[in-house]
Structures are given as C-alpha cells and as structure tokens.
C-alpha cells in the first residue's frame, strides 16, 4: 500500500480517522492551526482534544468557477459538529444540485486521495458525506 | 473634546477599465478633481493618505504628489483589502480629530484590468512534486476545491446560505432580487462601469458562478479611483460660505475587525464586526437606522447584501428576506440602498469603494446628485468590508 499522509495536520489518519484541533485549556476554544496565544481569551496553554465526526451541514456553495485543474461543479460547505466546532470540506457523494443538499442535513466524516505526489505518496484529504447513505434530509 | 470633521469636496473617475492609463493617472484625476470640489489646491493639504491594494507597497501616495504637487506633507500608504479606501478616509479624519492637521485629502485607487473573478487564483499555480508539510495547518499542497473552497464567489455564498439556514425566506430568489435590484439603480448612474437593467430572470439565468451567486450577482473587476478632502470644523468656519453650505459633516467613523467567533476560522465571519461597527456608528452619530435616507454597502456579491441589511439593522432581526421582497431597499423604498448600483454594477476598483461610496453618498445630501437624487437627503451610511477582516462604517450628515 502506498504511504500516505494528512493533507492538513489537523486530519489524523487512523481507524477511524479524525479531525483534531488545538484547545485552550482556559476557555476550550478549539483552533485547526497552530496558536501562540487563544484567539478568544488570551490563554498561553493549548491541548490537542479529538472532535466528533458528525455535524450538520450549516452552508453550503455549490462552486462552478474555480481555478485551473479544480474539477467542477463540487460543493463546500461548512459543517457543525455535534460539539459546535465548525469545519470548511466538500460535501462527498452528493449530487451538486441545490435540490439534494439541504441545510441542516445531517454528515459524518469520510477520507479520500486527494492527490498523488512524485515519489507515490497519497495525501488524504477530508470531506462529509451524507448520514444514513446518500439522499440529504432535513434535521427538522 | 474632538474636532468635527466635514468632507468639503469629493469625486470619483468613472469606473471601467483603462488599459491606456495607470494608477497615478487616475489618483491624480480623481484627487484633482476633489480639490477643485472644495475649492482648494494641493498647497492648502496637510496629510494625504493613499489606498492602493495591488500596489500596497510602492508608496503610490508620494508618487501621486510628484504629479500633483510635492508641498512635503506627511504621506501614508494604506492597505486593508477592500476596506482601503475607507481606511484611508479613516487616516486623515483621525489625523484632524489628533488636531495635527485641520485639512486632508484622502485617495483609494486601483487598477485590476480583467483580473477575473477569482483574482490570481485563478492563473493556476505550479504543483509542488513532493508532499511536505508548509504553514500554520501543515498543509502538503493546494486546499482550494479539496477542502471546500475560499474563493470570494464560494465564501459570499456560504455566508448568504448561512443566514438562509438561520432565518425564514431567504432563497436564491431573494438574492437574485438584489442583484436586480442594483443593477436597475445603476441606469442612473453615469459613473458606474455598467448601466444595465436585467430582469429577476436574467440574473437567475445567468452563469453559475457559485450557487446562489450566479455572474450577474458577483461585482466586476475593474478601474478606477475616488478622493475627499477633509477639514475640521474650525477650519470649516473660516472657508467661504459656499464650502461651508456644501459640506457634509462626518457623524461617525468607525473601524472594526474580527472578534473571536465560533466558526471565524472555518470561514471568515463577515456578520459580527459588522454589526459591532455599524452598533458603535450609530451610537457616535447620535441616529438609527430609521433615520437613514439612504446606505452605500458593502455588495461585492448580491449574497453579501442581503445578510448586510440585518448586520446593519435595516430590517428586522432575520428580516432581511421580507426586506427585499416588499422592496425596501429600492431607490423608492423605506431605506433606499446602493442607489449608485452597487459594487454590482458601479464597480469595485479595490482601493477605490471606500471612498466611492462616501462621494455617492455626499452627493445626495448635497442635493448635487442629480437624476438619481434621493430627495431631502439629510443622513447617509457607508459600509465596507475588507474580508480578513476590516470593516469601516461612515454616517455622514447635514
């Protein structure tokens, strides 16, 4: 199997994968990237905290025009997790077509090559696919 | 106690494109044409500030002045993303209520030609050969499209779905409105790239760019600057009783940028410092939204407006859906917005908006603005936003 690696670091690959943010052990704002000081409260100590792996789908585009080599159309989105935490990914395995994506539809997390570099290396990438299977639903 | 602050001249060039001139043609246009507004000369300014985004770093201000006149001022080159303009507005007021200066003048210029819609992302980039951590996320090569997308057509589309997923009635309908709506106001305008009227259809039909922004919902690229001469109150009386009729007194002048909010760093949140300029102006200027004959926002896409009408509190809270659909942001409505057309279809030069907006909106209190004179015009609110983010809110009056 080829080697692999996260596409950001904030995905750890691993059965299951998961996302994980930096938390401020003053106030547990979360954060993907890496911080010198809380963003929210100032505070200096951070922890690495796992979160869940299915949110609702809070926005979503459906992107048309995109720079060279992106295929289109895809959908971004971003997406709450059952903490709260809030996270930018593709909507995987939806039609893009504004009729099967409904806000406050319910996903979870999946993994995909992204991407292949020179020495066969794959970087995984990170999106949300529908719960329950494939059809979006309202959360109402 | 501060000085008061009036904007005594404003101009703007006509947006467009103008392959045959550079910036420095048209800041000095548009600075010259300002000074001759306020009846004064280059000699008669103390601080000149400049805001020109794609040349942020190659002091166009004094490059402006060994055009128009090198009298040995302080110069400041400024730079906050589509809020430069303002911010450089926001440098000399600020520089006057210091009561180091009691005349400025203030320029946003830019030439982007046809940059594209998604600026330089959108020549391509070359590809990295081999994965390797880079920056403050370890990314191992482009996240564009593969972890959603941060494209300013995708990001304004997200945002406008969000408040769609918060608040009853808003749809890609309701979006497309607003496009419709600016495009129909920008017939009266002169200055503005295009003046075309499309029908609600037209816009729906139109290219997909990112749902539900289709390309007659996003802003063009384009050319262009815009200037104001500022003085104080002190300096206001001593100036001919012409200048003094035609001034426009500045009410508020605030600049936010982000507070922590949930959700600010998956996506930039372009609502709370918003709201929290627009809460400070309102306070400053002593007015509310009911008191305003008309706004200038921030429409670099028609998504971008919609939600604004509720950040800026001229509709009910969610109401911003209803808003649109009675009307009430036409040029014959309750609260009159983007008369001029809009970034929509007066155009967005970068470095120019935030100023543009503060001469359309001078126009009409002045009573000076012809055709598309919003009538008895006393109190008028600009707004823009620089996503990263910076946002400035001016409420203007007389």
């Known amino acids: ?140 | 106690m501060p000085e008061d602050v009036w904007i005594i001249g404003a101009s703007m060039t006509k947006f467009g494109r103008y392959p045959d001139k550079d910036v420095l043609d048209l800041a000095a246009e548009a600075a010259l044409a300002a000074l001759d507004d306020s009846s004064t000369t280059i000699a008669d300014i103390q601080i000149l500030a400049v805001g020109c985004l794609f040349e942020a770093n190659a002091m166009v201000g004094q490059r402006l002045l060994s055009q128009i006149g090198q009298t040995g001022i302080p110069v400041y080159n400024v730079a906050n993303a589509c809020a430069t303009g303002a911010t450089a507005l926001r440098t000399v007021i600020m520089s006057i209520k210091a009561g180091e200066s009691d005349i400025g003048l203030a320029v946003g210029v830019e030439q982007m030609g046809k940059a594209g819609l998604l600026g330089p992302a959108g020549q391509g980039k070359p590809k990295r050969k081999v994965f390797e951590p880079r920056g403050r996320y370890g990314a191992v090569t482009n996240v564009e499209g593969v972890l959603g997308t941060q494209l300013m057509p995708g990001v304004f589309a997200q945002a406008g779905m969000e408040y769609a997923y918060e608040n009853e009635g808003v749809g890609f309908e309701q979006f497309a409105k607003v496009a419709e709506k600016n495009h129909a106001h920008s017939t009266l305008n002169p200055l503005a790239q295009y003046q075309k009227r499309f029908t609600l259809d037209e816009v729906m039909s139109a290219e997909m760019i990112a749902y539900p922004n289709t390309l007659l919902m996003c802003c063009p690229t384009g050319d262009g600057a815009a200037a104001a001469v500022v003085a104080s109150g002190t300096k206001l009386k001593s100036m001919p009783l012409e200048i003094q009729r035609r001034a426009v007194k500045v009410a508020a002048s605030v600049m936010t940028s982000d507070p922590w909010a949930e959700g600010g760093q998956a996506q930039p949140d372009v609502n709370t410092l918003t709201r929290l300029a627009a809460a400070r102006a309102y306070e400053e200027a002593g007015v509310g939204p009911a008191d305003l004959d008309l706004v200038e926002l921030h429409d670099c896409f028609a998504t971008a407006e919609l939600i604004h009408y509720d950040n800026l509190g001229l509709c009910e809270p969610g109401g911003a859906g209803e808003f649109i659909d009675r009307g009430a942001p036409w040029r014959d409505g309750s609260i009159p917005v983007n008369v001029s057309g809009g970034l929509l279809s007066k155009g967005h030069p970068l470095g120019a908006t935030g100023i543009a907006n503060v001469y359309e909106v001078t126009q009409h209190l002045r009573g000076e603005a012809a055709e598309r004179q919003i009538e008895g015009a006393r109190v008028g609110l600009t707004h823009v936003i620089g996503l990263g983010s910076a946002c400035c809110v001016h409420i203007l009056t007389r």
């Open chain 1, 1 to 140: 199997m080829a080697k692999q690696v996260p596409i950001v670091d904030y995905l750890v690959l691993g059965d299951p994968p998961r996302l994980e943010v930096s938390t401020c052990t003053a106030c547990g704002a979360g954060f993907f990237d890496r911080r010198i000081r809380c963003g929210r409260c100032g505070g200096r100590d951070f922890e690495r905290r796992v979160v869940p792996a299915t949110g609702i789908v809070r926005t979503f585009t459906i992107v048309h025009r995109a720079a060279p080599g992106t295929p289109t159309p895809y959908v971004s989105a971003v997406v709450e997790l059952d903490d709260g935490t809030r996270v930018k990914a593709n909507l995987l395995g939806v039609e893009p077509d504004p009729k099967a994506i409904t806000l406050g539809m319910k996903v979870e997390l999946a993994t995909f090559v992204a991407e292949t570099d020179d020495e066969g290396t794959e970087a995984v990438a990170f999106g949300f696919r529908p719960l329950n299977g494939g059809k979006g639903f309202s959360d109402a």
